[in-house]
């Protein structure tokens, strides 16, 4: 009688290297990436910019730069190490889905940009406020306080509310500041501007430059133009609605190129937060 050949068990394969290790040009297109985001972040930090839009750039961008630098050790643990593999799956799939909203609600920020173009004729105007320097608008709400001065000069009688308290690091209010651009720059007369000066959020903005304009006999139903900047203009539009004011148009001016994806992108964040907040 034949003895029976020792039968041996054997073990699951492990899972193939990782395509970052089969594949250079992925390697490249990380390390690229990687770097993109990181100066990105880096030159915003060196101007004083500190969010969650320059932020995460920054944090991606080293994750990206790292895995590139340590592949050799990340594909090991991956392919040994069942409790890797599952969390290695696990984060790619988590921003592939991040990256999809991300990019549902830039289409749906797009849509409503191009849907607020034109103010039309309009009984008061909102300017919603952004950060501030030394007293000057920056780049990005001076925009905003272009755009309304454009729609401020066809309707002379339009009551404007420039809206913004005073946020960390300045020292005048952006409600003032804003105010002060509309006069200075533009000729606007003082009597039709109204600074509004406690607000600390975007639907503190609407409320109190409701206030302000009830108290100067513009009714709740009449016709607002909100100006605020591109990326704002979903968010501000829903908040609008929220708070009472159902008559209104919004207007976005463009975000400066240097700038505009970190804006974009800080916006999914102020989304989600405000959503969380039931602002909206």
Avoid: C
Wanted: glycine letters at 10%; charged letters at 20%; aromatic letters at 8%.
């Amino acid at each position: 009688m034949t003895a029976a050949l020792p039968t041996t068990t054997r073990t699951p394969a492990t899972s193939s290297p990782l395509a970052i290790e089969r594949w250079p040009w992925l390697r490249g297109v990380m390390g690229a990436l990687g770097l993109a985001l990181l100066g990105d972040a880096v030159v915003l930090m060196g101007y004083g910019m500190f969010n969650v839009g320059v932020l995460v750039p920054l944090a991606v961008g080293a994750a990206l730069l790292l895995i590139v630098a340590l592949r050799g050790r990340v594909a090991g643990a991956v392919a040994h190490s069942v409790r890797w593999r599952r969390m290695w799956r696990l984060g790619w799939a988590a921003l592939i889905l991040w990256l999809a909203s991300l990019g549902l609600l830039w289409g749906l920020i797009a849509d409503q940009v191009n849907a607020a173009a034109d103010a039309g004729s309009v009984d008061a105007i909102i300017v919603l406020g952004s950060s501030t320097r030394d007293g000057q608008p920056s780049a990005t709400l001076a925009r905003r306080l272009d755009a309304a001065a454009q729609i401020a000069r066809t309707r002379p009688d339009a009551l404007v509310v420039t809206s913004g308290g005073v946020d960390f690091g300045e020292r005048e209010s952006e409600g003032r500041v804003m105010a002060n651009y509309l006069q200075e720059v533009h000729g606007l007369r003082g009597d039709r501007v109204l600074a509004e000066e406690k607000s600390t959020s975007t639907a503190l903005n609407l409320q109190y430059s409701q206030d302000m304009l009830a108290n100067r006999g513009v009714a709740r139903d009449a016709r607002v133009a909100i100006v605020t900047s591109d990326f704002h203009t979903l968010r501000a539009r829903w908040i609008a609605r929220k708070s009472g004011l159902v008559n209104i148009t919004t207007v976005g001016a463009s975000t400066p190129l240097s700038i505009r994806f970190n804006a974009w992108l800080r916006e999914y964040f102020a989304v989600a937060s405000s959503w969380l907040l039931g602002e909206f």
